[in-house]
Nanobody
């Protein structure tokens, strides 16, 4: 079982930045699984944003955010980050972190169905 918790959301003005954190914890020795970030705005479908492999050597981004968002991981802290720059009102959504129970070192996953564990989400609101 993997516990997932997001943090770092909040209210920011257009053009501002936020860094979201995803902490993954396990009962036994921590295994760095692939992690992805998604967001869900009211009335919209859940949207893939970024993914990172077990080692952090591979990343994948949605085309709409690849110039502005950066995913990274700090394995020693069991934490994955999503740095978001140049935020716009349309980025307003609940942001979710998810863990895929995969042992493939270089794998990244873009489909929500590939993920096994999800956090409760953190709200990001961008004011105009």
């Amino acid at each position: 079982q993997v516990q997932v918790a997001e943090s770092g959301g909040g209210l920011v003005q257009t053009g501002g930045s936020l860094r979201l954190s995803c902490a993954a914890s396990q009962r036994r020795d921590f295994i760095p699984f692939p992690i992805g970030w998604f967001r869900h705005a009211p009335g919209e479908e859940r949207e893939f944003l970024a993914a990172i492999s077990r080692s952090g050597s591979n990343t994948d981004y949605a085309y709409s955010v690849k110039c502005w968002f950066t995913i990274s991981r700090e394995i020693s802290k069991n934490t994955v980050y999503l740095q978001m720059n140049n935020l716009k009102p349309e980025d307003t959504a609940a942001y979710y972190c998810a863990v895929a129970r995969s042992f493939t070192q270089a794998a990244t996953f873009t489909r929500s169905t590939d993920y096994d564990y999800w956090g409760q989400g953190t709200q990001v609101t961008v004011s105009s």
